[in-house]
C-alpha cells in the first residue's frame, strides 16, 4: 500500500494520518498542493485534516479546486482509493468527488470532543478490520460538520448504502445528543458512488496509540494497508 | 466570512467610495499587429480593434431558502439583546466586488457566472445574484 498524502497551506494533520498510516505497514508520500501528479504507484490519496487555506471563502473550497486535486480527481475516476478525513471531507464534496457539503455546527460552536460513531457496513476498503454495527471511539475537532445534502441526493446516498459511519451513543444508538454538529441522518462520513473514495469528519488517526486515549482508529488504516 | 445586510443603507457612514466616481466603463484599444502587415511592411488592412469595458460587478452569495444559517441566527439573536425592535429574521451572506473587463456587460455577466457556478458559490446550499455596476 503507497499512501500519498497531499498537504495544502494550512494543512496540519498530515503528520498524524502518515503516522497512523505507517504503523499499518503503508508507505507514504507527502504531496505539495501545487503538484500535478501524485507519486508513481499511488494506491491511496489522503486528504489531511486543518483548515487549508485559511478556510477562506468556504472551508475546502479553494482547496479543492487545487492542481493537485486534479491528479486527485483522476487517481479516482481510475478507482484509485481516496481518503478524506475532516477538512479533507470538506475539500471532496467542495471538489465533486463526494455529494452534498458541510455547512456550519448547528450549536455554533468548534466542537472537540471524543466520538463514538457506528459503522454502518464493514465490507469495504476502508472497513474491513471493523465488524457491521461496531461502535468505535474516535475524536471530533471542527466547526462546520454539519452534513447537508438536498432530499434526492440524501435518499440516493441512503438507497446505495453509502454511509460509512453515523454519530451515535456509547451503546450504537443514533441520538440526538450524539449528533452534535447536527448533521442530516447523523452522517460522519459518506462513499462516493464507487466506494473507493471515503470523507469523514471525525478523526481515526487521533486513535492509533493507546498511549494518548485509544485505538479505535487503527481499523481504518489496517483495513487499508491489508 | 464577511457579514452583508444590505447594500446602500447598510453600508452608511462609511467614507464614500472614489473608485465609483470615474465613468462607469471606457474603451481600450489593442492592435493585432499580425494582421496589420505583409512581409514588406506594408498595411494590408485597417488595424483590428478590440474594445474592452472595463466594469465594476457586485456578487452577493446568500443561503437557499429553507437551508439552515446558524450564523444568521447568531446574528439575529444578538440584536434582539440590544433591544433592536423589528427584525424578525436574519440571513448572512457575502458580497464580493470586482473589477472586470469584458467586450459588454452580458459578456462580463456570462463570465461572472461561470466564476459563480465554479467556485464562488456552492450551489448546493447557496445561491447568487450578479450585479453589473
New interface residues.
Partial sequence: MHAAVVVFPGSNRESDVARALRRSGARVSLVWHADHDLPAGTDLAVLPGGFSYGDY??CG??AG?AAAMDAVRAHAARGGLVLGICNGFQIL??SGLLP??L??????RFICHRQTLRVERADTRFTSAYRQGQVIDVCVAHGEG?Y???AETLARIEGEGRVAFRYCDAAGTITVEANRN?SLNAIAGVYAEGGNVLGMMPHPENFVDGLIGGTDGRGLFDSLAA | MESWSGIGPAFAGEAPDRRFDRPASFLLETTDPGLCNDAAGSILVPPMRETRSLMKARIIVTLKTGVLDPQGKAIEAALKSLGIEGIDSVRQGKVFDLDVSASDASAAEAMLRTACEKLLANTVVEKYAIEIL
Avoid: K, Y
Avoid at chain 1, 103 to 108: C, D, G, I, L, S
Fill in positions: 471563502l468556504r473550497a479553494i479546486r464534496c467542495e452534498g457539503v455547512m456550519r455546527n448547528v450549536n455554533r454539519n447537508f445534502a438536498d447536527g
